[in-house]
């Protein structure tokens, strides 16, 4: 069964720091473009970060630029999204998501559809 499983999520203060982690099972991340989406109560899923396969090219919601950092480690078949300073309105259900058959440099934020695998989602939530 291919699937995606999130890890890290948690209650942080503000100006906190979490580490998400997105690993894969019965498939390789390797040519994989991964994204990482949030979901806020009542609002739409909507994307923070993607990277392409080869991890050269990397893009940023405007809101977390230079907050957020997403890198991956292919031997141990996973992602990961650093998150510093965090505000309270970061807080949401974070998702990764996987495109398999991506052009090396390719990733997308804004198009969910362009994901075929995705997690469950891990819960962010960042208050004093």
């Known amino acids: 069964q291919l699937q995606l499983v999130e890890f890290g999520g948690g209650l942080v203060q503000p100006g906190g720091s979490l580490r998400l982690s997105c690993t894969a099972s019965?498939?390789?991340?390797?040519?994989?473009?991964i994204g990482w989406f949030r979901q806020a109560p009542g609002k739409e899923r909507e994307g923070v970060s993607c990277i392409g396969r080869s991890g050269l090219s990397a893009n940023y919601e405007d809101s977390v630029k230079g907050r957020f950092t997403i890198s991956r480690d292919n031997a141990k078949n996973t992602v990961y999204l650093q998150l510093n300073s965090l505000k309270p309105e970061d807080t949401a259900v974070y998702y990764c998501?996987?495109?398999?058959?991506?052009?090396?440099?390719?990733?997308?934020?804004?198009?969910?559809?362009?994901?075929?695998?995705w997690g469950q989602g891990t819960q962010v939530t960042v208050s004093s």
């Open positions: 998501a996987a495109n398999p058959v991506a052009a090396q440099s390719a990733c997308v934020m804004t198009n969910l559809n362009w994901y075929d695998y």
């Open positions: 019965g498939f390789t991340l390797d040519y994989s473009a």
